[in-house]
Nanobody, 116 residues
Framework: QVQLVESGGGLVQAGGSLRLSCAAS????????MGWFRQAPGKEREFVAI????????NYAGSVKGRFTISSDNAKNTVYLQMNSLKPEDTAIYYC?????????WGQGTQVTVSS
């Protein structure tokens, strides 16, 4: 089992920045990738960014490319999401996900609200 705890959400004005963190614990040696997803009110959960745990390769949703950066501190089993130039449409609950060879694990989510 892998446990995930997110932090760093909050309220920010449009154009501002936030940095989310997701700390993994438990069977972290089995993690192959970690990523961020988000869910806005009344919408489906959507992919934001993902990072390969071993090679460090990344991929982003088109809506955040160039504004968000995913990174990791493997020694701390932590993944980050630096969010710059935030827009009101980025308002959502942001979820961290870890993937191993068998399944996905999800964090509890952290609220990000961007005011116009």
């Amino acid at each position: 089992q892998v446990q995930l705890v997110e932090s760093g959400g909050g309220l920010v004005q449009a154009g501002g920045s936030l940095r989310l963190s997701c700390a993994a614990s438990g069977r972290t040696a089995s993690i192959a990738a970690m990523g961020w997803f988000r869910q806005a009110p009344g919408k489906e959960r959507e992919f934001v960014a993902i990072l390969s745990w071993s090679g460090g390769s990344t991929n982003y949703a088109g809506s955040v490319k160039g504004r968000f950066t995913i990174s990791s501190d493997n020694a701390k089993n932590t993944v980050y999401l630096q969010m710059n130039s935030l827009k009101p449409e980025d308002t959502a609950i942001y979820y961290c996900r870890a993937t191993d060879f068998a399944r996905n694990y999800w964090g509890q989510g952290t609220q990000v609200t961007v005011s116009s």
